[in-house]
């Protein structure tokens, strides 16, 4: 197998960044606010790929078809506002979103269509995960070593915090799917919630940006009197970076 090269950040990426974290005076003096390496986990390379068997796709990976989006969006300026200007390239460059423990902040999930009726089988999927910040893809060696050196947060279904959704400690609670079936896409038919709630419960490890909230969608085999309908998986993240208070 051929070796991964190290990522370089470009010089953009770099002025962009520090620009960033020098506007951040609560938190900038943090030693872990310094410009981390980046990693595949960062933009989502190679996703399909690697959860094709669990994502169960038949999407083609030459197709350009893009039939359903699935947007997440939080209050990456702590304005008190989720809005189309709160997000960009700050939700997937570390450090991302910038929390306290204890803080709780709402992220807004959104599934779209490109059609007006949706005539197949889709699976919308929000994950909870940590970057290995020392290793080129982001990945550890070990579930174990993932939860023990990244940041701690829990997804709750509502602002109550009685439902919890994700848990990013909890290796069983790590994933949550929702099974759309044909017809027009609005939340009362896709089952997914309009707002989730992020939870700051255990800071980060080594690096800013250790932890990854991702949505994916992608289609499902045909149901009984379905027709197959292949489309090209559609993918969204957040990174989070979880301070001490």
């Known amino acids: 197998m051929k070796a991964l ?32 390496p980046e990693t595949q986990r960062d933009m989502g390379s190679g ?6 068997a669990n994502l169960r796709l038949l999407s083609d990976p030459t197709s350009n078809v893009k039939a359903l989006g699935f947007d997440i969006k939080t209050d990456l300026n702590h304005d008190g506002v989720i809005d189309a200007t709160a997000g960009g390239w700050r939700e997937y460059t570390p450090p991302g979103m ?3 423990v204890g803080e709780t902040t709402p992220i807004r999930l959104r599934i779209f269509s490109h059609f ?10 929000l994950e909870v995960c940590g970057i290995n910040r020392d290793n080129p893809t982001g990945e550890f060696a070990s579930l174990d ?7 701690h947060v829990i997804i709750w279904a509502d602002a109550g915090k009685t439902h919890k959704l994700l848990d990013s400690a909890d290796p069983k609670m790590r994933v949550v799917e929702w099974t759309i079936r044909p017809g027009y896409i609005v ?15 255990g800071a980060s490890g080594k690096y800013a940006g250790d932890v990854r909230v991702m949505s994916t969608i992608a289609p499902l085999p045909a149901g009984p009197g379905e027709k197959a309908f292949h489309f090209q998986v559609a993918a969204d993240h957040i990174l989070y970076t979880i301070l001490k208070k």
């Open 98 to 100: 910038v929390m306290a």
């Open 145 to 151: 070593e993932e939860i023990k050196n990244t940041g």
């Open 187 to 201: 939340p009362s038919h896709t089952g997914v919630p309009g707002m989730v709630y992020l939870e700051a419960v």
């Open 116 to 125: 007006p009726y949706y005539p197949g089988s889709a699976v919308a999927r």
């Open 5 to 36: 090269s190290p990522i370089c950040p470009s010089p953009a990426r770099i002025a962009a960044v520090l620009a960033l974290l020098s506007s951040m005076t609560v938190v900038a003096e943090d030693p872990l606010l310094r410009l981390p």
């Open 47 to 52: 996703y399909e790929k690697k959860h094709e």
